[in-house]
Nanobody
């Protein structure tokens, strides 16, 4: 069982930045790590991925603005969010996906005001 603790959300004005963190209780280097978000009234969507090999992928809506990274020694995944827009508002969840199992963090809320 791996526990994930997400932090770093908050209220920010449009154009601002936030950095989310997700710290795991276990090793996440051998897993694919994801950040999802869920806006009010919408389905959860995949925002960014960093694979076990270090490759990254982003949703089109955040390309060029968000950066996912991982600090292996701390079992922590980050999401640097720049040039934030009101449509980035939502609850952000980290996810760790192993071959057989996956785990979710509790979510951290991001509110971007216009």
């Amino acid at each position: 069982q791996v526990q994930l603790v997400a932090s770093g959300g908050g209220l920010v004005q449009a154009g601002g930045s936030l950095k989310l963190s997700c710290t795991a209780s276990g090793n996440i280097v051998s897993a694919n790590n994801h950040w999802y978000r869920q806006a009010p009234g919408k389905q959860r969507e995949l925002v960014a991925t960093i694979t076990f090999s270090g490759s990254t992928n982003y949703a089109d809506s955040v390309k060029g603005r968000f950066t996912i990274s991982r600090e292996n020694s701390k079992n922590t995944v980050y999401l640097q969010m720049n040039s934030l827009k009101p449509e980035d508002t939502g609850i952000y969840y980290c996810n760790v996906q192993y071959i057989v199992e996956e785990y979710w963090g509790q979510g951290t809320q991001v509110i971007v005001s216009s």
